[in-house]
């Protein structure tokens, strides 16, 4: 069973910065792809970024540039820091393994302007 649970979210300034982890279990972070997906108010989830087992990184084209996914493998954690956030990345982040159906609770991050 896959149990994955998010934290860091927070209520931040536009320009901030946040950095969200996500820990695991039930799923290997070092062979999986992992994800970050974001449901902002009114919409349906969309994927922010991924990394790959091969450790490539892909962004969407929003978020490039000010976001950065990463993990510690040892310890089965995932993180996503977040860079001058804007108040259209406000949302709830969630992470999620590629190819696996479970979703955590996620973690609320609200950028104010």
């Known amino acids: 069973q896959v149990v994955l649970e998010e934290s860091g979210g927070g209520l931040v300034r536009s320009g901030g910065s946040l950095r969200l982890s996500c820990v695991g279990s039930?799923?290997?972070?070092?062979?999986?792809?992992m994800q970050w997906y974001r449901q902002s108010p009114g919409k349906g989830r969309e994927l922010v970024a991924s990394?790959?087992?091969?450790?490539?990184?892909e962004y969407e084209y929003d978020v490039k540039g000010r976001f950065t996914i990463s993990k510690d493998s040892d310890k089965n954690r995932l993180f996503l820091q977040m860079t001058n956030l804007k108040p259209e990345d406000t949302g709830v982040y969630y992470c999620?393994?590629?190819?696996?159906?479970?979703w955590g609770q996620g973690t609320q991050v609200t950028v104010s302007s």
């Open positions: 999620k393994a590629f190819g696996f159906a479970a």
């Open positions: 990394l790959g087992s091969d450790g490539v990184a």
């Open positions: 039930g799923v290997i972070f070092r062979i999986s792809k």
